[in-house]
Every structure is written in structure tokens, then in C-alpha cells.
């Protein structure tokens, strides 16, 4: 079955404790992205990959970093997490960054303490 | 700088009525797709529809059908015969496929389908 999945669905940590999110894509694709969802603020881009070792900054990369070592795993990492990066996270790919459609996980919902 | 708005924060119809989301948005491009991403109440996105600029011929989707607007910037949704299982948080998107390597969305509408 062709799917994104993350890990945790669900966290809550502590302020300063570094935390990895995981996402794994089992579809080639190219693309795969990072973002973040806030009431009222809709979906926000933190940082996409366009192919192995290609990565760049979305809209609100501050307190994030990523790596694209393999094409199926695209890691989110937060080094040093704040109360302002408890957040529902979605990663999502595509097959190229051409076709506009994106495929999602089923988010994470993180919480900091 | 391309933006999507979406002007209604939530709304709600009694089941089988037709309802209309609207969304607008601004580019100085003429490359783009438009979408409508679909976020039920278990979280996961899927695309419900989608628009590509060049084409004059509105999208349509079974129950899901946009009105497309080039000139005017708008891309609504329709869904006809609306269904208990329609209820979710509908987001418009935009992506300039030409130079851009992202997908702006607005900010969601939330829409309920009464019993």
C-alpha cells in the first residue's frame, strides 16, 4: 500500500530535549516536505527536499533541521525544542516537485513542555 | 508574493444541500496549479481536486467540482449532494510550478455536514 509514515503520532516532551520525527515513503517519490499546522494559520512549509541530499528552507525553518540521506526517509529534528513548536506536524511527498500533488502522513502531534 | 486566502473560517449545510467554499488568490504568474486538500476529522490530508491554470475547463470530481476564475483569481469549490462524510477541514492551494518548490495553502475552511 503506497503511504507516508510518521512517528510518534503523538509526543510530549520537555523543553530542551532533542526529538527526531521520522518520516518514511514507500512510493519513489522525489519530493518530500515538512510542515506545520497551527489554528488559524493553516499549513505552513518547514523544510522540503527535492532528492537525496537536496534539501531547503520553507517558510518557518527557525528550530528545525532535516537530512535526506536516503529518497524513502526524510528526519525531522529538533535540536533544542520550545513551548512554540508544539505544533500537529504533517510530512508529505510528491513524485516530483512538477506535480503539485502531495501525499501526507497522518501527523504528529507534538507538545513541549 | 503569492498568497490564498479563504474567507470562510468554517460553515455548515444539512446533508444533500449543495455547498460552495470560496478561496482567492494572488500571483503575477500564469504557471500554476490550484488545489483543494481535504483534512477529515483522523487528520490525514488528502487531495480532493485539482486545477491546472492553462485549462479553461472547470476540474470535476464525482460530488466535487471548482469554479475557476482565471481573471478574477478565484477558485471555488462545489460539493453537490453533500455527505455526512464530507465534513472536514477543506484548504485551497496554489503552486507555481515553474520557479516555485512549494505549495502555499490558506487557512482552511471547516465545514459541517448536518444530519
Known amino acids: 500500500e503506497a503511504q507516508v509514515t510518521q512517528n510518534p503520532r503523538y509526543l510530549i516532551t520537555v523543553t530542551g530535549k532533542k526529538l527526531t520525527v521520522t518520516c518514511s515513503q514507500n512510493?519513489?517519490?522525489?519530493?518530500m516536505s515538512w510542515y506545520r499546522q497551527d489554528p488559524g494559520l493553516g499549513l505552513r512549509q518547514i523544510y522540503y527536499s527535492m532528492n537525496v541530499e537536496v534539501t531547503d528552507k520553507g517558510d518557518v525553518p527557525e528550530g528545525y533541521k532535516v537530512s535526506r540521506k536516503e529518497k524513502r526517509n526524510f528526519p525531522l529534528i529538533l535540536e533544542s525544542p520550545s513551548p512554540n513548536q508544539t505544533s500537529l506536524y504533517f510530512c508529505a511527498s510528491s513524485l516530483d516537485r512538477y506535480t503539485g500533488e502531495l501525499f501526507f502522513g497522518e501527523g504528529s502531534r507534538l507538545t513541549v513542555l | 508574493a503569492q498568497t490564498v486566502t479563504q474567507s470562510q473560517p468554517e460553515m455548515s449545510v444539512q446533508e444533500a444541500e449543495t455547498v460552495t467554499l470560496s478561496c482567492t488568490y494572488d500571483t503575477s504568474e500564469n504557471n500554476y496549479y490550484l488545489f483543494w486538500y481535504k483534512q477529515p476529522p483522523s487528520r490525514q490530508m488528502i487531495l480532493v481536486i485539482r486545477?491546472?491554470?492553462?485549462?479553461?475547463q472547470n476540474a470535476t470530481e464525482n460530488r466535487f467540482s471548482v469554479n475557476f476564475q482565471k481573471a478574477a483569481k478565484s477558485f471555488s469549490l462545489k460539493i453537490s449532494d453533500s455527505q455526512l462524510g464530507d465534513t472536514a477541514m477543506y484548504f485551497c492551494a496554489f503552486m507555481n510550478f515553474i520557479r516555485e518548490d512549494k505549495i502555499i495553502f490558506g487557512k482552511g475552511t471547516r465545514l459541517h455536514i448536518l444530519p
Open positions: 486545477q491546472e491554470a492553462y485549462k479553461q
Open positions: 512510493m519513489n517519490h522525489e519530493y
